[in-house]
């Protein structure tokens, strides 16, 4: 039997090891919707401070759920924009039918909840869905007025 690796801090290793991965890659901002408990570890904080608004809230909102980090100081500068999910983030919601085929093409899988783990009430409660977003899929730039559809 496997050795518990909860609380061990290896879930944050990875993450900032991703970090800079992404970092020497020359992407400068990331954004995501995520639990800002864990995520502040890393150097993540509220979107709003970087004046990053989320689309689906009032533009003077501090989101707590949404998230931003400049891996490249000044990166971001001191621009304004609003962030807006890609196409393909509701590609089930606009297609169903075709959603739920795609899906029963993959086996079945048991549906664990482990020690700790957050089911999904409670992801819905804290607003937590940890979806990473670059820049270039998910960021609308107010200055230059592009509509969050044309991404």
Known sequence: M???????????????YALEKARTMGIGLLQME?????????????????KIHYHAEPRESEVPYFLAQELIPGYWGNREGTYCPPKG?????????????????????????LPGQLGYEEFITLGIFDLWNYTATGICLSGYGLPCDDF
């Open 2 to 16: 496997m050795e518990p690796t909860s609380r061990k801090g290896y879930g944050l290793k990875l993450l900032l």
């Open 34 to 50: 995520g639990n800002i408990e864990f995520y502040r570890h890393a150097g993540f904080d509220l979107a709003s401070k970087l």
């Open 89 to 113: 983030y509701f590609v089930a919601d606009e297609n169903p039918e075709a959603f739920e085929a795609y899906e029963a093409t993959f086996p079945q899988k048991e549906k664990l909840r």
